[in-house]
């Protein structure tokens, strides 16, 4: 069992940065594959970036790439968001999750989840 909490969301202003963390309860942390969701309103859910359990491998969405970096401390049991160059579009709940790597990195399927943080981003 994996338990998540997310921290770090808030109200910012086109073009600034935020960085979300996300910590993780357990003794086996490196051996999860970690990503970040969000959920804008009125739209569905969708992975933002993902990174392997060794922090070797990681994705983004093509929306985020070149401003959003996912990044893993395992002494820490905790991953990070930083988002940069932030654009209202970016506004949305964001939420940790985790899948045991025996599924994969590219597991769509992610098994425990955070609560959920609100990033805000102003025009």
């Known amino acids: 069992q994996v338990q998540l909490v997310e921290s770090g969301g808030g109200l910012v202003q086109a073009g600034g940065s935020l960085r979300l963390s996300c910590a993780a309860s357990g003794r086996t942390f490196s051996s999860y594959t970690m990503g970040w969701f969000r959920r804008a309103p009125g739209k569905d859910r969708e992975l933002v970036a993902a990174i392997s359990g060794s922090g070797g491998l990681t994705r983004y969405a093509d929306s985020v790439k070149g401003r959003f970096t996912i990044s893993r401390d395992n002494a820490k049991n905790t991953v990070y968001l930083q988002m940069t160059s932030l654009k209202p579009e970016d506004t949305a709940v964001y939420y940790c999750?985790?899948?045991?790597?025996?599924?994969?990195?590219?597991?769509?399927?992610?098994?425990?989840w955070g609560q959920g943080t609100q990033v805000t981003v102003s025009s």
């Open positions: 999750a985790a899948v045991s790597s025996l599924y994969g990195f590219f597991s769509t399927e992610y098994h425990y």
